[in-house]
């Protein structure tokens, strides 16, 4: 089939006219033919089982029942009037109920003629009913029934309203297979077909649309889904190409002075094996002609810091300056400090940039960016203003990855006439499947291993009446010298509920641990930064045994000598961020512990949420529970990547065929970089067509 066919207006299909077409367009996106092809049935209804009456269940499913009606009535409610139907086979009888369209159906039902009926059933005064339902004479419906399996289509309020009912969408389905004769070409390789075992483009679409048995709609949904997911993968993958070949990146060809003399003299422990890995990963980038753009993905306290030093060593062995940029101010005071002490003994100058610096000071790290006296600045969003400007600019890093929007990403890039490297860290996992699609321009390392020596936190879940028991823990382990969290759910950062719940629980932790003996930290975001700073550093400094917060100190603090995380409501946290507070325990030699507390009413996600944390400490695990409770349009990126736009494949429950689709995308490419083998004409012949279509473009922001 021409696709060009396939493009004509949705009002030229026998049946639709202008008022449907409008419909159509405006509750279902569907434009043209193709679109309707591309309408996927949201599952399917077994058309050959009819119940009795005698045997409906208060389940509140749809049933498809045959009888007929003996009389109808009209009931006066509060506002209009509703049309009741007495419904009858040989076991009862029922109610149908019409709230609208009464008229039409009156003139239209025949009444003591049997019928096949269709829909949803009410239970309400020991009765059963069934408002609007879907109705066609018993001989009509056997005449019909071309599948036994029925699509059921999405659909809108106003669409069923407006008479555009799931069964008038299967009639219009029908329309475009005659219309068009079912001549749908191919879309894949003959190569993709055997290989993979595929049904034919036609054949799917038949079956996905009118199944002709369970296996053959498997079969249509495989192939159709992974259609679906190989033509983004390739997408994906040529973008990334083509991004490489045309942007060119400083080539840092040689590891220098620095990284050699600090990997053999001051490296304060050994690398994992996993910290190796990608650090020669990011050091193949370096070397390369492109320029670099990598995801490090590693769970909190897996050591991307060092990672993210020892690159900015490789830049600077080249004669490049580097930056790190913190999504707050803690988090860039504490990169600072930590990496200050390595620098000094290197003779390496590095500075701290943020919204506090003041303006003399400010004013010196500006001249010596620009003059190329400084090596590295660490900062905050204070790096991406205007006014700071770098001489060579080679590398530019930024941590926790999602606290920062695409478009920050852009900024930093246009620091340089030419974009310098760059190489983003999160310690929030995104699921493997997820991050291809989410970040495919990107290309992904993976820290998936801690430092030696780590035990594991333990977790557990604590009711609010347990407080006692609790508080008595805390007080033992500040005994032993212990350091102590204790969150606060602070959701919306104006919420004065919120700060008074944490102002409650600093005062009666004030009262349980008092002065002289114990001393508390609080930070909260309404705190000025240098008083922030001050009670962090006296946490960090072990001056105070307890740090009460909000979560400003969810992002990369390190104070390795804290061994208990209390959180509080946390059932209000999503699972990500618990995750990334507990992170902040466990980071020294000691036994760590996780408390979540939480009223007795929780709902049942919060359960999930809270079993999961105590079962598991690992990121990935929970990363994979959070996309499943949350579904993908929560997680970061999701948004601008359009994984949701996805027509037939579901991000969550297909990532096995996301898997296959892209080793395929990528061997393909592999073989045949600008798809001109006859063997992939095909492919080409596609991928023109979506991307003329805009089609594919939709996944892609
Ligand atoms: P994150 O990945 O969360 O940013 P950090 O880089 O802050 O983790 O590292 C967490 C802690 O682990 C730091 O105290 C760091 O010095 C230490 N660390 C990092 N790598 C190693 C290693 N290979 N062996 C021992 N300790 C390490
Ligand atoms: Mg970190």
Redesign the pocket.
Same mark, same amino acid.
């Given at each position: 089939m021409n696709s060009v066919i396939l493009q004509t207006p949705i009002d030229y299909l026998k049946g639709v006219g202008p008022n449907r077409a409008d419909l159509l367009r405006k509750e279902l996106g569907i434009h043209t033919y193709q679109d309707l092809l591309n309408l996927f049935p949201n599952r399917y209804l077994d058309r050959t089982k009819y119940y009795k009456i005698n045997s409906l269940q208060r389940s509140n499913a749809e049933v498809q029942l045959i009888g007929q009606i003996t009389n109808f009535k009209e009931v006066s409610q509060k506002r209009g009037k509703r049309l009741v139907a007495t419904f009858q086979d040989e076991t009862g009888s029922m109610e149908l109920v019409w709230f609208r369209g009464q008229k039409w159906i009156k003139d239209s039902i025949k009444i003591n003629k049997p019928y096949v009926i269709f829909g949803k059933t009410n239970f309400y005064n020991g009765k059963f009913s069934m408002p609007h339902p879907e109705m066609e004479l018993k001989e009509e419906h056997q005449k019909s029934l071309r599948s036994v399996m029925q699509a059921v289509y999405p659909s809108t309020e106003k669409l069923s309203n407006r008479g555009i009912t799931n069964r008038v969408l299967n009639k219009i389905m029908q329309q475009l297979f005659l219309e068009t004769k079912g001549r749908f070409s191919e879309t894949l390789s003959k190569k993709q077909l055997q290989d993979l075992q595929l049904i034919s483009k036609k054949e799917a679409l038949f079956n996905v649309h009118f199944p002709k048995n369970q296996e053959l709609l498997s079969k249509a949904q495989f192939r159709l889904k992974f259609e679906e997911l190989f033509y983004i993968q390739l997408q994906l993958i040529l973008k990334n190409l083509i991004h490489k070949s045309k942007v060119k990146g400083f080539p840092f060809p040689i590891v220098g002075e620095y990284f050699n003399t600090f990997f053999k003299s001051h490296l304060p422990?050994?690398?994992?094996q996993a910290?190796k890995r990608v650090i020669k990963e990011i050091r193949q980038d370096l070397g390369s002609n492109a320029q670099m753009n990598r995801l490090l993905q /590693?769970d909190?306290?897996? /050591?991307?810091?060092?990672v993210a030093l020892m690159s900015m060593f490789i830049a600077l062995d080249n004669g490049f300056q580097a930056c790190l940029m913190a999504p707050t101010e803690i988090l860039s005071v504490q990169h600072f400090n930590g990496l200050k002490e390595y620098c000094n003994e290197l003779n390496i100058s590095i500075k701290l940039l943020t919204g506090s610096t003041k303006t003399s000071e400010r004013r010196k790290i500006h001249e010596s960016l620009e003059n190329g006296d400084l090596d590295i600045l660490i900062g905050t969003h204070a790096l991406l203003e205007d006014k700071v400007k770098f001489k060579n600019l080679g590398l530019a890093i930024i941590d926790e990855q999602h606290r920062f929007g695409v478009a920050q990403r852009s900024k930093l890039w246009k620091k340089n006439t030419s974009p310098p490297h760059i190489l983003v860290m999160t310690?929030t996992p995104i699921p493997r499947t997820l991050a291809m699609s989410v970040y495919g321009d990107l290309d992904i390392s993976i820290i998936d291993e801690l430092?030696?020596g780590r035990k594991s936190i333990k977790t557990v879940h604590r009711y609010d009446k347990n407080r006692l028991n609790v508080f008595r823990f805390i007080r033992d382990e500040i005994e032993k010298d212990r350091q102590i969290y204790i969150v606060y759910p602070l959701i919306q950062e104006s919420s004065s509920m919120d700060y008074k719940d944490l102002m409650d629980g600093y005062e009666s932790i004030v009262r349980e641990f008092p002065l002289p003996k114990y001393q508390i930290s609080i930070v909260h975001g309404k705190m000025k930064a240098a008083d922030k700073d001050f009670e962090m550093q006296r946490f960090i400094k072990g001056e105070t045994q307890i740090m009460v917060a909000t979560t400003v100190i969810e992002v990369?603090v390190?104070v390795?000598n804290a061994s208990v995380m209390i959180i509080e409501s946390a059932e209000r946290f999503g699972l990500s961020q618990l995750h990334q507070l507990r992170g902040r325990v466990g980071?020294g030699a000691e036994q760590s512990y996780c408390i979540l507390m939480t009223s007795h009413r929780l709902s049942s996600d919060s359960k999930t949420r809270l079993e999961t944390m105590v079962r598991t400490n690992d990121g990935f695990e929970i990363a994979e529970v959070d996309l499943k409770l949350r579904g993908p349009g929560d997680l970061m990126g999701t948004q601008q990547s359009g994984v949701l736009n996805l027509k037939i494949a579901d991000i969550i429950k297909d990532k096995d065929i996301l898997t296959q689709a892209r080793h395929h995308a990528k061997d393909t490419l592999k073989n045949d970089p600008s798809l001109s083998l006859d063997n992939n004409k095909v492919i080409l012949d596609t991928y023109r067509q979506l991307s003329k279509y805009k089609n594919i473009w939709n996944y892609i922001s």
């Open positions: 422990f050994n690398l994992t910290q /590693g909190v306290g897996s /050591g991307k810091t060092i310690a430092p030696p990369g390190n390795p980071r």
